[in-house]
């Protein structure tokens, strides 16, 4: 048998629906460690999470909540997953708000902020994790309405959300801006992606220069190959056969595995941090 049948990840599966479903993914990703023991890092603390319904968004409500800190989820139309979600982090003795909308609406982002920072009387961390991606051979495939649409969600809800979240957030705060390996690799059929995840990267870097004399820290995680329900929704069959297999540590990471990322930027643990990505990718060395 060949090495890379030895290896195979994930069952062949795709999709149609963008940006996926966790319900419908064989197997599904792996978003909470029930041998984790927690440690109050976020007690008293209120986080928003956007695409928190299902991938690494819902690994790190999870993982919020059992450090004690109240979340609200927003998310595109995943109704099942995010209803999921909730329970979670419900199950952990913490509240719970969810929030369907298009964060390529600058009105739905203010409003969505608006509506958990009242529900929950502040807002001390925001996770802008949202995002899509589409597949293209070349340039010349990926039309202008895509490609807008592509900016519009990664970056410019990033954009709206964040403007929206510092009316809200005061020294202590922390902000996370989810990019990726992509950005600092590249990829030949994630051309209008990686430029947003690029995009990502000075948006970080520049915003965290300008937010630091009034305590508030922004920095990224950029994470590789993560088994999430965008891969077979992006993907065709043969791809997420294979996909992860070419890190350095031979497999695709799982959400639960680039949650810490995210708790050690939004805890007091990285207080003396802003400005930097973290790289959770399997042993990819990008030097970013």
């Known amino acids: 048998m060949p090495d890379e049948e030895k290896k195979q990840s994930f069952p062949p599966q795709h999709q149609e629906k963008h940006p996926g479903r966790r319900e419908e993914m064989l197997p599904k990703p792996k978003t909470d460690d029930p041998d984790y023991r927690p440690s109050g890092k976020l007690k008293g603390k209120m986080a928003l999470i956007t695409g928190g319904d299902s991938g690494i968004g819902r690994a790190v409500a999870i993982l919020f909540a059992k450090e004690g800190a109240d979340v609200t989820i927003v998310y595109l139309e995943e109704h099942e997953d995010a209803r999921s979600t909730s329970a979670e982090v419900e199950k952990h003795g913490r509240l719970c708000l969810t929030i369907p909308g298009d964060i390529g609406d600058e009105s739905f982002c203010r409003d969505a902020v608006q509506k958990g920072a009242e529900r929950f009387g502040r807002l001390d961390i925001l996770v802008n994790n949202a995002a899509v991606q589409y ?68 948006f970080t ?82 030097n970013g």
Not at 157 to 167: N, S
Not at 239 to 252: D, Y
């Open 135 to 202: 597949i293209h051979e070349s340039l010349e495939g990926i039309g202008s309405e895509e490609w807008d649409r592509t900016f519009r969600t990664n970056i410019y809800g990033m954009f709206y959300m964040t403007k929206a979240a510092l009316k809200y957030m005061g020294s202590g705060g922390s902000i996370i801006n989810t990019t990726s390996v992509v950005a600092y690799q590249g990829h030949p059929l994630l051309i209008d992606y990686g430029a947003t995840k690029g995009a990502i990267v000075g």
């Open 205 to 286: 870097r520049s915003l965290s220069l300008n937010l630091a004399p009034k305590g508030i820290r922004v920095n990224g995680v950029a994470p590789g190959p993560i088994w999430t329900p965008l891969i077979p929704s992006s993907f065709d069959e043969e791809q997420v056969r294979t996909f992860g297999l070419n890190t350095p540590m031979g497999r695709a990471g799982e959400p639960v595995d680039v949650a810490p990322c995210y708790l050690f930027l939004a805890s007091e643990d990285s207080s003396y941090m802003s400005g930097q990505v973290l790289h959770p990718n399997g042993g990819r060395i990008v």
